[in-house]
């Protein structure tokens, strides 16, 4: 089987999935398998329950007769089938990634965009080598506009995905500390996320820079296919405003405001603000779009619990974006609790980014100071520090936290969200 046969029967699809329990009338099925299982068993099931073809990496398995094809590797294939799709697309892409904000930006341009194009955009947290060629198979004839998701812990990740998504127009969000490990220190997540620019300058497309980031206005500088916004010399000039913890922008004769908090949203607003303007949007449009959007995926997102505000943060962290949200959760009025969660994938710095972490929680003075995983607790040995999750969710059943404000932030892997029921 090769993807000038397949092609066609994929035109004929409803969806793509990689998750046999997902399969349905006109499914495409790839069959991928691990270390302790063999998707490919579940190949002939998949077709009685109404797959319109499966691609399996095990020969044994193949049935032609019944659309079951062999290939070598179903990675490789679903790879070379996405950039064979995406080739045939006439539509702008707009490829996106950063350290921090990525997921929020892109909700935020793809509901601007969604208010005049059919946008398909990156569902959940799809952004790698599986989940963006998913992404790109996704996009069919009605849609007019697309918002690609990028993630990446190692370099040349980034540069490996431009290729299967092509975007036209990119966009990194901003440059932390994040994956530090795989990316080899801080200038190695530079290097790394740079390799959108690299693509794009190589293909002549447009970059979108914020011109108050120092390092996008560097990698940036001399290109001469840009949209910028921040400054008074871009393109588009917004300004930042604030209405209790709601961060906005004013932008001409229009104030905007979001459903989030945390100052750094206000790049994340301003990208997705410019990026409407640039596709002809009218402000009020804009305006609407991101008034709408309401975060439900623990990022930035403000939830009442009785009288007592919960700042809700847990699906990332790492030392710039734990920073920025200590820094915003300071400015709240009232008694102040923070259970903060390890922050992963930091390799040999992990000592010292949690100490620096805890030295400036401690510095903020806030009313109670909690910390979730080892290695928190490795350099705040107290009462408030817990191994896991579930030990502070005993302490929680005996002594509850009180005051007007929590914050909860965390990396995904500490699953912080399971305490909020015990708050």
């Known amino acids: 089987m090769n993807i000038d046969q397949f092609y066609p029967i994929y035109l004929q699809s409803k969806n793509i999935t990689i998750d046999s329990r997902k399969v349905e009338h006109g499914s495409l099925f790839f069959a991928f398998s691990g270390e302790t299982f063999n998707a490919a068993e579940k190949a002939s099931t998949a077709v009685d329950n109404g797959a319109l073809a499966v691609i399996v990496e095990d020969k044994e398995f193949e049935d032609a007769e019944r659309h079951i094809f062999y290939v070598p590797s179903t990675l490789e294939f679903l790879q070379e089938l996405a950039v064979f799709h995406r080739d045939q697309l006439t539509i702008p892409i707009i490829g996106l990634t950063g350290s921090n904000g990525k997921t929020t930006t892109k909700e935020l341009i793809s509901a601007v965009l969604s208010r005049q194009y059919n946008t398909q955009f990156t569902q959940g947290n799809l952004n790698n080598h599986i989940g963006v060629p998913l992404t790109l198979l996704s996009i069919r004839k009605e849609h007019e506009i697309a918002v690609i998701e990028m993630g990446a812990n190692h370099q040349k990740e980034i540069e490996m995905l431009c290729e299967i998504a092509k975007p036209n127009i990119g966009y990194i969000t901003n440059f ?10 801080y200038e190695g997540v530079i ?24 390092i996008q206005n560097d990698k940036t500088s001399g290109y001469f296919s840009k949209i910028t916004f921040g400054t008074a010399e871009s393109d588009y000039q ?38 409407g303007l640039y596709f002809n949007l009218n402000i009020e449009t804009i305006k609407s779009a991101i008034e709408g959007y ?53 390799g040999e710095d992990s000592h010292k980014e949690h100490q620096s972490i805890l030295d400036f929680a401690k510095s903020c003075e806030f009313d109670e ?50 305490i909020i029921d015990f708050l």
């Open 369 to 418: 100071v909690i910390t979730v995983g080892p290695r928190f607790k490795s350099v705040y040995p107290s009462e408030n520090a817990f191994e896991n999750t579930s030990d502070l969710v005993e302490r929680l059943k005996e002594t509850p936290v009180h005051g007007n404000h929590i914050l909860l932030k965390a990396s995904r892997g500490i699953a912080l969200e399971k």
């Open 191 to 214: 290097k790394g996320k740079s390799e959108l620019y690299e693509y794009l300058f190589k293909h002549h497309q447009k970059v979108l820079v914020n011109e108050n980031d120092t």
């Open 176 to 185: 932390g500390k994040a994956h530090l490990e795989g990316f080899g220190g």
């Open 294 to 346: 309401s975060p439900s995926n623990m990022r930035s997102q403000i939830q009442m619990k009785g009288d007592t505000t919960l700042v809700l943060d847990t699906y990332n962290a790492n030392p710039s974006s734990m920073l920025v949200s200590l820094e915003n959760f300071k400015s709240f009025e009232g008694t102040k609790t923070i259970i903060i969660g390890d922050m992963l994938e930091l």
């Open 238 to 275: 917004f300004q930042p405003v604030l209405k209790d913890h709601f961060v906005g922008v004013n932008y001409q004769n229009a104030q905007i405001f979001s459903n989030l908090t945390g100052q750094y949203n206000y790049d994340n607003i301003s990208a997705a603000i410019a990026l």
